[in-house]
């Protein structure tokens, strides 16, 4: 299991939901502090659009040319900063969709980075504390699955995702915030 220092919340967004969609947006923000978030210039290549995608990011491609940085040197600073460190991603299907194109678009491995559902994380946390807490296994998976829940039913009360990466990176690390206190609770709670 990741450290906390180690674990990073990510989230892109995308020209659309097409086979030829190409990151515009990454964020993410580390477990233990830290963020980061950049608009990102459009390879030559890149030339997939949807209206309905910029609807929903209300990030035009104009504003990209005119203000994104060069998708290689955000896939570097990716590459210098996130390297070594557990990433996860809500839709890491498509997310890792987009890291491998941003990578492979800038020469640098496609695999140089991994993305991980951020379920996985939030598992992973309320395993660990109840665990340490002395929790039977077999009661482990219960607890799992019922904090997630809460979470969840939290989280949708919250409101829907912001579609901007950074904020939606912070909105997976204050579940997996809130899954860790969920299970403290029910550690508290136990009966000795």
Known sequence: ????????FLDFEASSLNKNSY???VGWVFASGGEESYLIKPAL???DWSSEAE????????????????????????LDVLSGHALFATAPSWDGQWLSKLLRSAGLPRHALRLQDTDVAHENAITRILQEAG???DEIAVHVKDILAQARLKDEADGAP?????ADAKRELRVWRDVQSRAENLVRKRPL
């Not at 990741?2 to 990073?8: G, L, Q």
């Open 55 to 78: 609807a929903t990011h209300r990030v035009t491609r104009e504003r990209l040319v005119a203000e994104g940085r060069p998708h290689d040197e955000v896939a570097k600073r990716m």
């Open 1 to 8: 299991m990741a450290e906390h220092s180690d674990i990073v």
């Open 135 to 137: 929790v039977a296994d």
């Open 23 to 25: 990151p515009i947006e």
């Open 45 to 47: 290549l890149w030339t």
């Open 162 to 166: 912001a579609h901007r990466a950074l």
